[in-house]
């Protein structure tokens, strides 16, 4: 099928009006609406936006291709608008959009269909095409503009990709690749174009299979994968991993093929990729770098915890309100709403802490089989054991000891009963499992717990006796690993090392990881207004946001600067919430909440004083940010 019976006079907009990424959407599913080409206007822009939502269709070199696979699309479509002055789509490369190709595939699309759509996503990778379609008169220049390219490549997407392949230039490499986005349209034939222009270029020899809508396209044979020297995933959706067991794979998102290809090609070429081993046991994992299990498990089980601990936590702070004792029947400060809010807080929803933290991360490596004896080695953790000055148990160490030993103890029970008859089968899970796991996990941490809570316990009194300098330096320190990676493993060790101390009521240390998780995107909201011209326009509108993430603790909302400029802004970040994190530990400030940002700032104990000295250390973080990016930062010429 040519593009050209997909793309019509009826679905082109030579001039949009639109002044924003959502007048576009609106724009060209109107005009696709009124070409009776929609069954569901409504139903299409939502399914149109929540493709928006996974990532955004703004590809760079001045296109956009938003598109849906949508049950309200009445026949598969093309609608195409152009902006002469361009722009914000928020596209991948920070630059205006000039090109947009709205695709709209129907549920039941045939692959006739899905392959037209897939081969213009990869005609949009050659600038002179590009060129012609931005210096087009009339939408019949465009349509020309088309058909010329379709003559030329002559052949399907697929026919042309092997040939490509067939001819690339020979080299002493052998690489392979895969690429695969959700909706299967767009992004993955993009990804493949771009890696086999790139290969062509570099004398690299590359095959690309295609996981799209229409089916896997020049699939990697078993010969293929034998003779790789390197396999590059670039997915955002599952494709089919085990076939790679052993292969030096580089897994990474679909959109990094797009616009980090060189990176890519020259990690394959240096055998700068890690040995892919299959777990049968685990779902296909794509569109991400490998990552340390230990940390994966550990962050597992502090997601799954974190609702209890900031809700509990939020809960207990409140009830201080009513006075410092008014849980306590005996006080007169005793109020019985305050006592329900604490007893909520902190007899339910911090008692259970510890155990979820050990269940999910057992769950984790084991899967839900892993979850009961984790459930219970968290709880004997918690459990007092008769250490003097324990009042509970190892904590969170325990915890996360607990959870491990209970995931590997089930791996083992698995295992152990790996041979027994098809007959017995269902027992396993509800019998053999639970019984053996829990009783081996329980006896070891009922023998361990008491050691673990005399460690714990020491610890617990080493940091609680830090006082002047030393307090200021773990402050430093604390700070700038909240700052140094933005929400990745070093930022997430920091703040779970803030939870574990609010289990040891030692409050100033989650004061100190919050104050400085803020400082990243305030420093950069505010460097964006002080340094206007140290800033594009979409990373200026981005500050506006990044205002609101800071206050509400989301380091994250830092991410897009210091993807644009690392270099500038992680020092800058680090060094503000480095500080940040120093004044808190010097002004000795608690805070009982454990997120919320400036939502919780009245929560701090002390009274008034300590939330102004709190609120002066995050300013004073802040400002050291926004004042080194605007200086190391280069002016920016629009």
Not at 42 to 63: C, H, M, V, Y
Not at 275 to 292: A, F, L, P, R, V
Not at 604 to 616: E, P, R, T
């Amino acid at each position: 099928m040519k593009i050209t019976q997909l793309l019509t006079e009826e679905t082109i907009i030579l001039d949009l009006q639109a002044g924003s990424k959502q007048d576009v959407l609106t724009e060209l599913i109107g005009k696709l609406d009124k070409a009776g080409k929609l069954k569901d206007k409504k139903a299409f822009t939502r399914d149109i936006l929540a493709r928006e939502e996974q990532s955004t269709t703004g590809i760079g070199d001045g296109i956009a291709i938003p598109h849906a696979k949508s049950t309200a699309v009445k026949a598969p479509a093309i609608a195409f608008g152009r902006s002469l002055t361009g722009l914000d789509y928020e596209s991948l490369d920070g630059q205006p959009a000039h090109l947009f190709f709205m695709i709209a595939a129907s549920e039941g699309a045939n692959n006739d269909h899905l392959e037209a759509l897939s081969r213009l996503a990869t005609f949009l990778m050659d600038a002179n095409f590009r060129q012609k379609i931005l210096e087009a008169t009339s939408i019949d220049e465009v349509l020309r503009a088309v058909t010329d390219k379709e003559t030329e490549v002559d052949g399907p997407e697929e026919d042309l990709g092997a040939q490509q392949t067939h001819d690339a230039v020979k080299s002493s490499k052998k690489i392979l690749a895969v690429t695969a986005c959700p909706t299967g349209i767009a992004h993955t034939y993009m990804a493949a174009e771009k890696l086999k222009e790139r290969a062509k270029e570099l004398g690299i020899s590359l095959k690309v299979e295609t996981n799209g809508s229409s089916g896997v396209k020049n699939r990697l044979t078993d010969a293929d994968i034998a003779e790789a020297d390197a396999i590059i995933v670039a997915a955002d959706t599952k494709v089919e991993m085990s076939r790679f067991n052993g292969k030096p794979v580089i897994q990474v998102k679909v959109g990094k093929a797009i616009y980090e290809t060189d990176n890519l090609l020259n990690r394959a070429i240096t055998n700068d990729a890690p040995i892919y081993q299959h777990d049968s046991s685990k779902e296909e994992t794509t569109g991400k770098e490998s990552s340390n299990g230990f940390y994966k498990h550990l962050m597992n089980g502090v997601s799954n915890m974190l609702p209890f601990v900031v809700g509990g936590g939020i809960l207990i702070a409140i009830s201080f309100f009513w006075g410092i004792n008014s849980g306590n029947p005996d006080s007169p400060e005793y109020n019985a709403f305050a006592a329900m809010l604490g007893t909520i807080g902190g007899a339910k929803a911090f008692f259970l802490m510890v155990p979820v933290l050990a269940g999910f991360i057992a769950s984790s490596i084991a899967d839900r089989p892993g979850f009961a004896p984790g459930m219970i080695g968290g709880l004997i953790a918690i459990t007092v054991t008769g250490v003097e000055g324990a009042s509970g148990g190892s904590g969170f160490l325990g915890g996360i000891i607990a959870g491990f030993l209970a995931g590997y103890v089930t791996l083992f029970v698995k295992k152990m009963f790996s041979k027994l008859p098809e007959a017995l089968e269902g027992l396993k899970p509800v019998l053999f499992f639970p019984l053996f796991s829990i009783a081996i996990t329980g006896i070891i941490m009922m023998l361990v717990n008491p050691q673990l809570t005399k460690v714990y316990t020491g610890i617990s009194s080493f940091l609680e006796g830090l006082g002047g300098t030393n307090a200021v330096l773990v402050g430093l320190i604390l700070g700038g690993m909240m700052a140094i990676d933005m929400g990745g493993p070093i930022n997430k060790a920091a703040y779970t090392f803030g939870i574990a101390m609010l289990d040891a009521e030692n409050f100033t240390y989650i004061a100190t990881v919050m104050a400085a998780g803020m400082v990243p995107p305030l420093g950069l909201a505010l460097a964006t207004t002080l340094f206007k011209n140290r800033f594009t326009k979409s990373e200026r509108e981005a500050g506006k946001t990044a205002y609101v993430l800071g206050a509400c603790f989301i380091t994250e909302g830092v991410i897009p600067f210091a993807a644009a400029d690392p270099a500038r802004v992680i020092p800058s970040a680090v060094t503000g919430a480095a500080l940040a994190g120093g004044l808190v530990m010097l002004f000795d400030i608690g805070l009982r909440a454990p997120h919320g940002g400036v939502f919780v700032m009245g929560l701090v104990d002390g009274g008034i004083a300590k939330v102004m000295l709190y609120a002066l250390a995050i300013i004073a973080g802040s400002i050291v940010t926004a004042v080194m990016a605007g200086l190391l930062k280069k002016k920016i010429i629009e």
